[in-house]
């Protein structure tokens, strides 16, 4: 009974994708079918994959059913979380997307799941991406003051919702944790965070994340092991769509 992370499918069966550029790049080209043919090979009917966000790119779940029935179709347990565009998934829909998809697809938000003796718990999160100003020798020396505090706001509210997450967990008696989110829980003008301090404050044991797409961005946050906490980036380009493999 494995446990497997993967993020960012962006999946467009009947909706155009925002970033068009995107499937120019090598690594995107039928990438679904690179993800399929992984997941046929690795996941086991008992395993459990985790989809970091970013699953669709439909404006609605109308938009979205054959993305989710694609996804459906992975063999194994999936554990939906939401992405930045997911537009299909309003934040207030959880319940109701249970619902519709019992027996097929779970999705992560101020609940959990078990696994074994963990509790799976997680929410989208958020950081703050700029615009940074830099300076001739590329040193951030100021950035956007509005939209910085529109973040704050934003980490705020997905700082909540992870704690109801990890509080729903520990009420039922779970002390053992791993924590998703769809951002990173770091930006590059950060040595910690809010995400970062709660998962020590529960002592999750990994923290997965995805969202940073391209070379350029695969090391922008944290990597590795800092303070006792495992983070790994699950985006699907960065595993060349072969999801990470997490716990046996």
């Given at each position: 009974?494995?446990?497997?992370?993967?993020?960012?499918?962006?999946?467009?069966?009947?909706?155009?994708?925002?970033?068009?550029?995107q499937l120019t790049d090598r690594l995107w080209r039928e990438h679904e079918k690179k993800l399929k043919k992984h997941c046929a090979k690795m996941i086991r009917p008992e395993?459990?994959?985790?989809?970091?966000?970013?699953?669709?790119?439909?404006?609605?779940?109308?938009?979205?059913?054959?993305?989710?029935?694609?996804?459906a179709d992975l063999p194994g347990r999936k554990i939906l979380l939401r992405g930045n565009h997911d537009a299909f998934w309003p934040a207030n829909q959880t319940a109701r997307?249970?619902?519709?998809?019992?027996?097929?697809?779970?999705?992560?938000?101020?609940?959990?799941?078990?696994?074994?003796?963990?509790?799976?718990?997680?929410?989208?999160?958020?950081?703050?991406?700029?615009?940074?100003?830099?300076?001739?020798?590329?040193?951030?020396?100021?950035?956007?003051?509005?939209?910085?505090?529109?973040?704050?706001?934003?980490?705020?509210?997905?700082?909540?919702?992870?704690?109801?997450?990890?509080?729903?967990?520990?009420?039922?008696?779970?002390?053992?944790?791993?924590?998703?989110?769809?951002?990173?829980?770091?930006?590059?003008?950060?040595?910690?965070?809010?995400?970062?301090?709660?998962?020590?404050?529960?002592?999750?044991?990994?923290?997965?994340?995805?969202?940073?797409?391209?070379?350029?961005?695969?090391?922008?946050?944290?990597?590795?092991?800092?303070?006792?906490?495992?983070?790994?980036?699950?985006?699907?380009?960065?595993?060349?769509?072969?999801?990470?493999?997490?716990?046996?």
């Open positions: 009974m494995s446990l497997f992370a993967i993020g960012d499918l962006h999946l467009h069966f009947q909706s155009e994708p925002k970033a068009k550029n395993d459990t994959l985790v989809l970091l966000g970013d699953h669709s790119w439909g404006k609605n779940l109308t938009e979205s059913a054959q993305d989710l029935e694609y996804i997307l249970n619902e519709r998809y019992a027996g097929r697809l779970a999705f992560l938000q101020g609940n959990y799941y078990p696994y074994r003796d963990y509790a799976l718990v997680g929410t989208k999160g958020f950081c703050y991406e700029g615009p940074y100003y830099l300076n001739a020798y590329r040193q951030v020396i100021g950035w956007d003051e509005e939209k910085a505090e529109h973040a704050k706001r934003i980490v705020a509210r997905e700082l909540d919702r992870l704690r109801e997450s990890f509080e729903a967990a520990k009420a039922d008696g779970y002390q053992k944790f791993i924590m998703f989110l769809h951002f990173p829980p770091t930006n590059l003008l950060e040595r910690d965070s809010g995400f970062t301090r709660m998962a020590e404050e529960y002592g999750a044991e990994r923290v997965i994340y995805a969202h940073l797409h391209g070379q350029s961005k695969f090391r922008l946050s944290v990597l590795g092991e800092m303070n006792g906490v495992g983070y790994s980036l699950a985006a699907g380009d960065y595993l060349r769509w072969k999801p990470l493999k997490i716990m046996d």
